[in-house]
């Protein structure tokens, strides 16, 4: 399975982003899928996850301003961030998880500027 993210860059604080995760497979339809972070000299740290039945959870720090959701047709999840803030900024990862597999993406780079 291959993770594939997109949609990651620089913006100004209270922009928006849309994150994409793309897997390699139908496979996803029936896994978690989630989206990480991770800041410098900071450990990885989950953002916000999705079951395969559509339940949702988040972040205390992301709540009210980020959405996790899936479109099964097109194998891919979506991490909308609104309201962004500075400490926003991390390198953020998709993952996959399926029975006792768990698969990574390379990552996307996220900077908010002030």
């Given at each position: 399975v291959?993770?594939?993210e997109?949609g990651?860059?620089?913006v100004?604080?209270?922009g928006s982003l849309?994150?994409?995760?793309?897997t390699?497979?139908s496979?996803s339809?029936?896994?978690?899928?989630s989206w990480?972070?991770?800041a410098?000299?900071?450990?990885?740290?989950?953002?916000?996850?999705?079951?395969?039945?559509?339940?949702?959870n988040?972040?205390?720090?992301?709540?009210?301003?980020?959405?996790i959701?899936?479109?099964?047709h097109?194998?891919t999840?979506?991490?909308?961030m609104?309201?962004l803030?500075?400490?926003?900024?991390?390198?953020?990862?998709?993952n996959?998880v399926?029975?006792?597999g768990?698969w990574?993406?390379?990552?996307?780079?996220?900077?908010?500027?002030?």
């Amino acid at each position: 399975v291959q993770l594939v993210e997109s949609g990651g860059g620089l913006v100004q604080a209270g922009g928006s982003l849309t994150l994409s995760c793309t897997t390699s497979g139908s496979i996803s339809v029936i896994a978690t899928m989630s989206w990480y972070r991770q800041a410098p000299g900071k450990e990885r740290e989950l953002v916000a996850r999705i079951t395969s039945g559509g339940s949702t959870n988040y972040a205390d720090s992301v709540k009210g301003r980020f959405t996790i959701s899936r479109d099964n047709h097109k194998n891919t999840a979506y991490l909308r961030m609104n309201s962004l803030k500075p400490e926003d900024t991390a390198v953020y990862y998709c993952n996959l998880v399926l029975g006792v597999g768990n698969w990574w993406g390379q990552g996307t780079q996220v900077t908010v500027s002030t």
